[in-house]
């Protein structure tokens, strides 16, 4: 069983930057896509990103295309989320996720972190 821990949320302004990070408990992570998804209050669970296991394709959301980086260190079992010019738009809890797949659908994802609080003030 896979556990994934989210941290690096919090409280910033409009035009700020915040790095999330995705810790897992085992190694073999490293063969699994990872990805960042968002729930706002109201709203379904939504695709932000997604790395594959080597590291080498990603994908993104249009709506952070530009503005958001994934990347990964296999060798520390860890995801990043470099999230920079963060609008209140952004504002949700991020989910990391560990998956066999790739796919922007969070049913197609096997485990998932507790989320993280991410408040992007205007």
């Known amino acids: 069983q896979v556990q994934l821990v989210e941290s690096g949320g919090g409280l910033v302004q409009a035009g700020d930057s915040l790095k999330l990070s995705c810790a897992a408990s085992?190694?073999?992570?490293?063969?699994?896509?990872m990805a960042w998804f968002r729930q706002a209050p109201g709203e379904e669970r939504e695709f932000v990103a997604r790395?594959?296991?080597?590291?080498?394709?990603?994908d993104y959301s249009d709506s952070v295309k530009g503005r958001f980086t994934i990347n990964r260190d296999n060798a520390r079992n860890t995801v990043f989320l470099q999230m920079n010019s963060l609008k209140p738009e952004d504002t949700a809890v991020y989910y990391c996720?560990?998956?066999?797949?790739?796919?922007?659908?969070?049913?197609?994802?096997?485990?998932w972190g507790q989320g993280t609080q991410v408040t992007v003030s205007s």
């Open positions: 085992e190694r073999t992570v490293s063969s699994y896509v």
């Open positions: 996720a560990a998956g066999y797949r790739a796919s922007v659908y969070s049913t197609q994802y096997n485990y």
């Open positions: 790395i594959s296991p080597s590291g080498v394709i990603t």
